[in-house]
């Protein structure tokens, strides 16, 4: 009987070279490229002298050794970063590799030798490569979970530098408020001062700078207040108090505040409430918001036309604001980007209006999402735009 255990112990080093060689040669085991020859050869040895122990006498102790040696072997390759389509192939390459190698002695032996030692090392690779698989892929999973405990430890402290950015924003805001509260101030006083002394072209001159200064101002402190309304939504920061509200009401009075603004561009403006509901539990202020800003938003981009602000119940416990105008429209690609803060939409030959400062909607978005609400856009350029804002009837807390 041919002693194939022997002769596989006598060609394990022609083995081991020409599979090397083999993984090589391979395109598609490119982990290998920058691996020494070592290192590519791991601890294939041990694999093929447990190999040569079972072909000797196979016993299931004899398993043991190959166990620990494929093992070794897939945490190793998980270590030098392989996939796991590329360790199978390794084994194809040592099993194809194998039989060539002992192909000469094979094609002599009986029959029943041939078939007993194709079964026992289709037994023995087998079991190596599934021992090979379990510790890569345990390999794997213990960095995925190093992986996340590194990832989470990162999203702590982000969130830290974000509350710590948010507060010195905050901070900052403030500080900045009361000097420009002052200056405004100051500002107005001098101009009615001036406006009832004199007529004098060169008051005329001081008073146009003195201007330019107050709507600076003016457009300063509005900047501000948004960017801190933004932070306290952020943040979370921002409560609400819900009450018994009555948005006829409040839209009139919205209405009433923009007519001026309306009138000075020879816009018209209407309001429906007819189907408004009769009762809604909101916190008003927030809800003021909201439409102050859309409204805003339709007077500053309608040069001619109209605007028109409906209110009405929508099923049994919802119901929407629409404002919609005439005005220029919004891109199609830049409706995805309109409620994000600081952006400003194009008007004209302008890169954006110069009293808009690209927080309007970004406040409008996140105080529809704290009122339980959703927010939508239908716009065409030169047409108009429709904002459509749908609530609760009534406010969770």
């Known amino acids: ?6 002769l596989l112990r006598d060609k ?62 897939g945490t190793l390759r998980a270590e030098q970063g392989f996939d796991a389509a590329e360790i199978a192939r390794e084994y194809r390459l040592l099993r194809d590799v194998i039989f060539v190698t002992l192909e000469p002695e094979l094609v002599q032996a009986s029959a029943l030798e041939v078939m007993r030692a194709v079964r026992l090392i289709d037994i023995v690779l087998d079991e190596a490569i599934a021992c090979c698989f379990q510790t890569y892929t345990e390999q794997r999973l213990a960095e995925l979970e190093q992986l996340q405990n590194q990832l989470s430890l990162n999203n702590q402290e982000l969130t830290r530098l974000v509350r710590a950015n948010q507060d010195n924003l905050s901070i900052l805001a403030h500080e900045l408020k009361s000097p420009l509260t002052s200056i405004i101030g100051y500002s107005d006083l001098f101009l009615r001062l001036q406006r009832q002394q004199s007529n004098e072209k060169d008051t005329i001159t001081h008073l146009e700078h003195v201007e330019r200064v107050l709507r600076s101002g003016r457009q300063l402190l509005h900047l501000i207040n948004d960017a801190l309304e933004i932070s306290r939504c ?15 009401e409040l839209i009139t009075n919205v209405y009433e505040m923009f007519q001026p603004l309306a009138d000075n561009k020879n816009l018209q403006m209407g309001v429906d409430c007819d189907r408004a509901p009769e009762k809604v539990v909101t916190d008003p202020l927030r809800l003021q918001q909201i439409v102050t800003n859309l409204v805003s938003n339709a007077i500053r981009y309608t040069e001619s036309g109209t605007i028109k602000i409906k209110c009405e119940t929508l099923g049994i416990d919802k119901w929407t604001i629409i ?75």
């Open 1 to 6: 009987m041919k002693d194939f255990s022997q």
């Open 12 to 73: 394990t080093q022609t083995i081991l070279e020409q599979w090397v060689e083999a993984v090589r040669r391979d395109k598609k085991i490119s982990s290998t490229n920058n691996l020494s020859h070592t290192a590519i050869e791991n601890h294939l040895s041990h694999v093929l002298s447990a190999l040569a122990s079972v072909l000797s006498q196979y016993q299931d102790d004899e398993i043991q050794p190959l166990v620990q040696a494929s093992l070794h072997h």
């Open 234 to 248: 952020d943040a979370g920061q921002m409560k609400l108090q819900p009450e018994p509200t009555n948005v006829h």
């Open 323 to 397: 404002v919609c105008d005439t005005g220029i429209g919004i891109e199609p690609e830049d409706q995805a980007l309109i409620f994000e803060p600081y952006f400003r939409i194009a008007s004209g030959t302008k890169s954006f209006l110069p009293d808009s400062t690209g927080l309007g909607l970004a406040i409008v978005s996140r105080l529809v999402q704290l009122l339980s609400g959703e927010i939508s856009l239908v716009s065409e350029m030169g047409v108009g735009s429709t904002f459509t804002v749908t609530l609760p009837l009534e406010v969770e807390m």
